[in-house]
């Protein structure tokens, strides 16, 4: 059988969980690699600093800069591999089925209103930046923060995608549990 022929058997939820999870997928390495960058201009300025006595203006904003896009960016990759932090507390005592039907729950009353009021919002503040060409206020160098802004709201919006994958998850979870059972 050929790819295509497996691929168009899967449902539009098997489908859709398999696009959110390659685009968190690719904003998790994405996150990983501005490591790298930001990495280089902590090493410039400690040379910088400590061995010329000449600390650098521009390296703080930089690594602001980068480090927030890098954590903002990691958020979806972060769930898609179950590492969001969770109180185990009383949920592990919990059947799964009890655990699917809360998570959906809390998904849809706490996670999916947030990061769609949080993505839509993000995108009005990214677009007056935008329009601004907005500097970043602290800091001597005055970095432009609007493309930072425009990550955020992007990862916003993969933080969603993959949040809908999750509850599309829970569902089919839901409905092998009840399969057993019968």
Same mark, same amino acid.
């Given at each position: 059988?050929?790819?295509?022929?497996?691929?168009?058997?899967?449902?539009?939820?098997?489908? $859709?969980?398999?696009? %959110?999870?390659? &685009?968190?997928?690719?904003?998790?390495?994405?996150?990983?690699?501005?490591?790298?960058?930001?990495?280089?201009?902590?090493?410039?300025?400690?040379?910088? !600093?400590?061995?010329?006595?000449?600390?650098?203006?521009?390296? $703080? #904003? *930089?690594?602001?800069?980068?480090? #927030?896009? %890098?954590? /903002?960016?990691?958020?979806? $990759?972060?769930?898609?591999?179950?590492?969001?932090? !969770?109180?185990?507390?009383?949920?592990?005592?919990? +059947?799964?089925?009890?655990?699917?039907?809360?998570?959906?729950?809390? $998904?849809?009353?706490?996670?999916?209103?947030? *990061?769609?009021? =949080?993505?839509?919002? +993000?995108?009005? /503040?990214?677009?007056?930046? &935008?329009?601004? !060409?907005?500097?970043?206020?602290? =800091?001597?160098?005055?970095?432009?923060?609007?493309? *930072?802004?425009?990550?955020?709201?992007?990862?916003?919006?993969?933080?969603?995608? @993959? #949040?809908?994958?999750?509850?599309?998850?829970? &569902?089919?979870?839901?409905?092998?549990?009840? @399969?057993?059972? !019968?």
């Amino acid at each position: 059988m050929s790819n295509d022929n497996k691929i168009s058997r899967l449902s539009f939820g098997d489908r $859709y969980i398999a696009f %959110a999870e390659k &685009v968190s997928d690719i904003s998790g390495k994405t996150a990983a690699f501005m490591l790298v960058p930001m990495l280089i201009v902590f090493m410039i300025e400690i040379v910088a !600093r400590n061995v010329f006595n000449a600390p650098t203006t521009w390296a $703080y #904003g *930089t690594c602001f800069i980068i480090g #927030g896009c %890098a954590a /903002v960016l990691g958020f979806a $990759y972060a769930m898609k591999c179950g590492t969001m932090v !969770r109180i185990d507390a009383l949920y592990s005592k919990f +059947s799964e089925k009890t655990k699917c039907i809360l998570d959906l729950v809390l $998904y849809s009353l706490i996670f999916l209103p947030l *990061t769609v009021m =949080g993505s839509l919002e +993000s995108i009005k /503040v990214a677009a007056i930046s &935008v329009m601004k !060409r907005e500097l970043l206020s602290t =800091g001597s160098w005055n970095a432009p923060i609007w493309p *930072t802004k425009i990550v955020i709201a992007v990862s916003l919006i993969i933080l969603t995608m @993959q #949040g809908i994958a999750e509850m599309v998850k829970l &569902v089919h979870k839901l409905k092998a549990i009840k @399969q057993e059972v !019968r």
